[in-house]
């Protein structure tokens, strides 16, 4: 079985500033995938970045980029010059078939 | 990019009476589609893995004689919940995986915000 926790309910940040949101999960897969998911007021699940797990390199989409350090199980998300829109939940989440998600952390960046 | 459509998006019903989700991929084909299932302030949570062309893999403690789902095409799974009770109010999610692709990637529903009165 997998699981994912997120340890931090609640973030914020100031627009135009770095916040790095905390992930850790546990599986007994050699291969699987890492996600994280943003989650504004809508409830639409957005992908924000991929990881997969045979990949040393760290994954990075424009701002967005994570820290993956699969010997410590640990898959944080850094987001840079943060927006007014990045404010949302964050899903961490771990997949081999199916998607395991963890509590999600709330983000408030203020202006 | 892959759309994954959910109808109805609201529905309210009442108590006792049964009350069917769909969802759809629009523009791929999807062998696999899960349902999900998210109360408020909380994360998501997976019911059950909807298989086309046979039957569902419900996770442990989802109840399959009460969430039905079918998966009768490559585009289509629906989710329907009998004889509906207050408890099963909740936002329910689905998502889908594109056959045609190598990835895991999952594509997400818009859900479906239900309300047993």
């Known amino acids: 079985a997998q699981t994912v926790t997120q340890s931090q309910p609640e973030m914020s940040v100031q627009e135009a500033e770095t916040v790095t949101l905390s992930c850790t999960y546990d599986?007994?897969?050699?291969?699987?995938?890492l996600f994280w998911y943003k989650q504004p007021p809508s409830r639409q699940m957005i992908l924000v970045i991929r990881q997969e797990a045979y990949k040393q390199q760290n994954a990075t989409e424009n701002r967005f980029s994570v820290n993956f350090q699969k010997a410590a199980k640990s898959f944080s998300l850094k987001i840079s010059d943060s927006q007014l829109g990045d404010a949302a939940m964050y899903f961490c989440a771990s997949q081999r078939r199916a998607l395991t998600f963890g509590s999600g952390t709330r983000l408030q960046v203020q202006p | 990019g892959a759309v994954v459509s959910q109808h109805p998006s609201r529905v309210i019903c009442k108590s006792g009476t049964s009350v069917k989700i769909e969802c759809r991929s629009l523009?791929?084909?999807?062998?696999?589609m899960f349902w999900y299932r998210q109360f408020p302030k909380k994360s998501l949570m997976l019911m059950a893995t909807s298989n086309e062309g046979s039957k569902a893999t419900y996770e442990q403690g989802v109840e399959k004689d009460k969430f039905l789902i079918n998966h009768a095409s490559l585009t289509l799974s629906t989710l329907t919940v009998t004889s509906a009770h207050p408890e099963d109010s909740s936002f329910y999610i689905c998502s889908a995986r594109d056959s045609g692709q190598t990835s895991y990637e999952q594509y997400f529903g818009p859900g479906t915000r239900l309300t047993v009165t």
């Open positions: 523009d791929f084909q999807a062998t696999t």
């Open positions: 599986t007994s897969e050699s291969d699987y995938y």
